[in-house]
């Protein structure tokens, strides 16, 4: 049996941006995190960015975000981080980034940061600037870039750090090197699981950190049964119960493999009806009969087939309501509510 090409990095890299952004910035640009007042929190500016870069052509990606921090430096201020994790090369990508980082600066008038994640299997594409020259006017954007193959050798020592992003970072890149290989998936996915517990995470870490490694590391239906199982007798072993109990994970997973078959049988007869009331049973169920009417309302208007099955996955993976209702408007900049395919 072979894995298939169904893997899902987009949504984990977004949950888990919004879940450990310290996390993030201290792992990957640790000359910036200090820098920043964290006791003053932070800020996403999601639906402000897509209305920010809705007109620009842009190549395929996993995530983008725009935060905003305070600064330690001299008299504090405001300071817009942009962040852009890219899935494969785009020669176009440099540009792009400059024309992002000036249009948040037009907007809010304050300085931007940008900060790019390769998330590509090219060694010798390392953008990092934007220049042109012409009459003497002169135009050199650089940004911090961060290449996550450059990782791929260092996958024990990822493993051993404490860092939530290092562990999503070891996911990453062993998800795409068992890519066809379910049963080096499936050994991965338990050494990078267990390396949780054994390093000592906070149960609300292991449980945040394992819902993203179980979204990124996808197995076929026998092992994920086999991985189940044998991930509630290690819980049971080590007196750590965090992950799940086996009628949550068996209830779910069931829930969402046969709706999923459900769907897919509708679509074929052109039941887009049904699609939608699958996707608003996935809801009720995962969030106890609480959908609000502007949820439901989108939804029930929702003519799109594809995205009707990202919606039925969200519903399951989704954190909480307010996580999926953010799926929905990303997805409304793009025209994706209400088009077609």
Same mark, same amino acid.
């Not at 006017?137 to 260092?154: A, E, H, R, S």
């Not at 517990?197 to 994920?224: A, H, Q």
């Given at each position: ?136 006017? $002169? ?7 961060? $290449? ?148 439901? $309302? ?44």
């Amino acid at each position: 049996m072979i894995v298939k090409d169904t893997d899902d990095y987009d949504s984990p890299w977004k949950e888990a941006l919004e879940l450990y952004f310290k996390a993030f910035m201290e792992f990957f640009f640790p000359e910036i995190a200090p820098e920043i007042d964290w006791n003053k929190g932070y800020q996403f500016l999601d639906k402000e960015f897509q209305s920010i870069v809705r007109d620009a052509k842009i190549g395929r990606r996993y995530a983008d975000k725009l935060v905003k921090v305070w600064s330690l430096q001299g008299k504090k201020f405001h300071v817009m981080i942009h962040i852009e994790i890219q899935s494969d090369k785009d020669i176009d990508f440099p540009r792009r980034m400059y024309i992002y980082n000036y249009r948040i600066f037009d907007k809010r008038y304050l300085p931007v940061t940008s900060l790019a994640i390769l998330a590509d299997e090219n060694f010798s594409w390392q953008p990092n600037v934007f220049s042109y020259e012409q009459w003497g006017c $002169k135009i050199n954007f650089q940004f911090p870039m961060v $290449k996550l193959i450059d990782y791929k050798d260092k996958i024990p020592e990822l493993l051993n750090h404490k860092n939530p992003f290092a562990i999503i970072t070891a996911a990453h890149l062993m998800t795409k090197a068992t890519k066809g290989d379910p049963k080096a998936r499936y050994s991965w996915r338990w050494t990078i699981t267990t390396a949780l517990y054994e390093k000592g995470f906070s149960k609300k870490d292991i449980m945040n950190v394992y819902r993203l490694i179980d979204w990124l590391m996808m197995l076929p239906e026998d092992l994920t049964k086999k991985f189940t199982e044998n991930l509630i007798a290690y819980e049971e072993d080590k007196k750590m119960p965090y992950v799940t109990s086996a009628e949550r994970i068996g209830m779910e997973k069931g829930m969402e493999k046969g709706m999923e078959k459900g769907m897919e049988k509708g679509m074929e007869k052109g039941m887009l009806s049904e699609a939608r009331e699958m996707v608003l049973e996935a809801l009720d169920i995962r969030f106890s009969n609480n959908v609000p009417e502007d949820i439901h $309302k989108k939804i029930t208007a929702l003519n799109n087939r594809l995205l009707l099955k990202r919606l039925l996955r969200s519903a399951f993976h989704s954190k909480d309501i307010d996580g999926f209702r953010k799926i929905i408007q990303e997805m409304e900049p793009e025209g994706g509510i209400g088009v077609k395919p």
